[in-house]
């Protein structure tokens, strides 16, 4: 989607031309998965597609939203924000509203569209691109004195207590922080960050099983639990961590064989998937595509073996995708249970391995998998 396009659709709407255009991007994650909500490292890059805002501001406190993407319009007042359970996905939008005056921003009510061609459901975080689009449109609507560490903060607190998913910080960090060519390696204890730059032979490709599962976020808060009660046995072992980053590989393996079996496995995901990351920036950093691949290789092994969050789609994508002679690696990426897998490829090679996985998918499953060829972008206040 176009700038021109939400424009348009704002003037078909409203009647007249917008005040305030923005968009936010979403994201795929290259290595660092379920460690955010447990203090530690993540690695996402922002996708080149995006969610838009055009809207005008209102001189009192009704906000009126028409949703592109659902086909669908919503009416609140600024002085009543209620959760939705008839349209959930409008509970973004609300939430950001309640968040901020929350936050003691003053909001005035707002004419707008939104919408974009991030996939939905498909671990690409299309919500945290509405969420941080939302929250760039009222900061340039209204002037609001936001910078982007916080815009990412507020958004993801939309997403844990309004909307009530008890998500980590990545998602929005990267649409609101990323740079475009460059990886964003993210300490999600303190939020401080580095861009890493990415080499312009290797292709970030990502394949769209087109599974949706229902379970996901059931699923997604069970491991947020089991981390924490992790972090508790492993206290009581006689460690001092306050979440599962304050713990080696090496500590888990010492005390591991005390442990509820199942706890053992989650946290040994977490706690090895850290020191993937580190790993993976610093083999980034000295140009090692290689070590860099076969750790997203290594990621998924873990996700799909300890954490248990990956699924037959999944995995028969990442198979066939480490088949190809053009992969340096490839894993499940997002929250899982479906949506895509994130592949690095020789970009000379990234059609064909596209052909071939896609064909191979089908064959196997007898499923269609979308690939999308993705640049890494500019998060929405990139540099700002
Ligand atoms: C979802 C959440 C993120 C993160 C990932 C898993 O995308 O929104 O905060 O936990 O899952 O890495």
Redesign the pocket.
Known sequence: MERQAIVEAFRAAFGSPPQVVVRAPGRV?LI??????NEGY?LPVAIDRYVWFAGTHRHDRLVRARALDFGAEIEFSLDDIQKDSRRPWANYLRGVAAVLQAAGQRLAGADLVYGGDVPREA?L?S??AVEVAAMVFWQRLLRLPLEAVEIATLS?RA?NEFVG?P??????FASACARRDHALFLDCRDLRYRLVPLRDDVAIVVCNSGVKRALASSE?EVRWRQCRAAVEALNHFGLRAQSLRDVTPAQLREVGSRMDPLLLKRARHVVTENQRVLDAVRSLEQGDLQQFGSLLNASHASLRDDYEVSCRELDVLVELAQQQPSVLGARM????FGGCTVNLVRRECAEEFARVVAEGYQKALHLQAEVYVCQASDGALAGG
């Not at 660092?32 to 909500?37: F, I, R, S, V």
Request: charged content about 20%; proline content about 0%.
């Open positions: 994650n660092g998965e379920h460690t955010d909500y993540v671990g975080s919500s945290a993801r997403e998913v998500t980590g910080i990545m998602d929005q997604y990426t997002g929250a899982g």
